[in-house]
């Protein structure tokens, strides 16, 4: 497919100028286009011009408050939450990762719950800037029923995606996010957009026949990875993103939504925990000693190594044409 060539400032301005446009105020519009910026620095090209278009459907039907003021509560020393306001959800992570972090950092380990807000985006920038601030974190949200568990043909679960971070003092930190189905919708989207065939075993047709057709599977359902295993994983991501913090499964979601093409209503479940506290001094170095031994093996590449390395480039960054044809054509 065509690309165009643009420069993370042209990128930042571009963005900022279809959210502005599009009612949100300073302080969301500032978190979205950083959100969309380091997905296309780091080369998840899933989550981040792709996203707009989906941002700013949400915006106009006025599902999304552009102009959200998140709130930070303490309920306990370790468990905070963060009323996201019925906003985005980029501010209301900006506003409490601080505070999940303090609370952990003081007490050991805490939970945080972002409630009543709407996430569009990858999970390792949060679990990122925890292990940054020297904790070990983890992330996972629902989403709208696009995946049938295992064994079965009929939607129930999203694509629940969960992301682990590792702090690693003095090396990037070791950070994995990833949907537990077997492709992320959005690279799902990407190749029905780009005319390529999936792998089998991403997905099944409407019908419930397996497919390699992006376009069918799309109108059809996911596969978790892994068979009962990565469907396991997703069964405990609703009970963490939903149960656990009292917010909506990804079937209810679904009957809340207005399929807008932007994100459905829900929330995030953040855990942090301070290796400080909980292993003592070496920790860091007992940890390199397996990390050593892990990148010894030839072939192994860490996960998260090739966003790190991405970010380092200031070179432009290919961006398809048609897409940013439509992302200009949302500016007012």
């Not at 571009?14 to 959100?35: H, W, Y």
């Not at 064994?151 to 999203?158: D, M, S, V």
Request: hydrophobic share 45%; proline share 6%; with cysteine.
């Amino acid at each position: 497919m065509p690309t165009t060539d643009l420069s993370l400032e042209q990128i930042e301005q571009l963005a900022t100028a279809v959210f502005v446009s599009n009612g949100c105020d300073e302080r969301n519009t500032q978190a979205l286009v950083k959100t969309v910026i380091n997905a296309e620095r780091d080369g998840s090209h899933s989550h981040g011009l792709f996203r707009v278009p989906g941002y700013v459907a949400s915006l106009r039907s006025g599902k999304v408050n552009g102009k959200a003021s998140p709130v930070v509560k303490h309920k306990t020393a370790a468990i905070i939450t963060v009323d996201g306001d019925g906003g985005f959800a980029p501010l209301a992570i900006e506003r409490g990762i601080p505070a999940l972090a303090e609370a952990a950092s003081t007490v050991g380990v805490a939970v945080m719950a972002i409630e009543r807000a709407y996430h569009f985006a990858a999970l390792w920038p949060e679990t990122e800037a925890l292990a940054e601030r020297n904790l070990i974190g983890l992330a996972c949200v629902c989403y709208k029923p696009v995946m049938t568990p295992a064994g079965g043909n009929k939607r129930l679960l999203g694509t629940n995606p969960i992301s682990f971070a590792w702090p690693r003092p003095g090396n990037n930190p070791f950070v994995y996010d990833m949907a537990t189905a077997a492709m992320a919708l959005g690279d799902v989207e990407i190749a029905a957009r780009d005319g390529k065939q999936l792998a089998p075993g991403v997905g099944l047709d409407a019908s419930g026949q397996a497919t390699t057709d992006p376009a069918e599977v799309i109108k059809g359902m996911l596969l978790p990875f892994g068979g009962y295993k990565g469907s396991a994983i997703a069964i405990m991501v609703e009970l963490l993103a939903a149960a656990a913090i009292n917010e909506q499964f990804s079937f209810e979601a679904a009957d809340t939504d207005l399929d807008d093409g932007g994100p459905a209503r829900g929330g995030e479940f953040i855990l942090a925990i301070s290796p400080d506290l909980l292993a003592g001094d070496g920790w860091a170095e007992h940890a390199e000693t397996f990390f050593e031994r892990l990148e010894a093996i030839d072939g192994v590449r860490l996960p998260g190594e090739r966003r790190h390395k991405n970010r380092l480039s200031t070179a432009p960054r290919p961006v398809n044409s048609e897409l940013l044809a439509r992302v200009e054509a949302l500016i007012g």
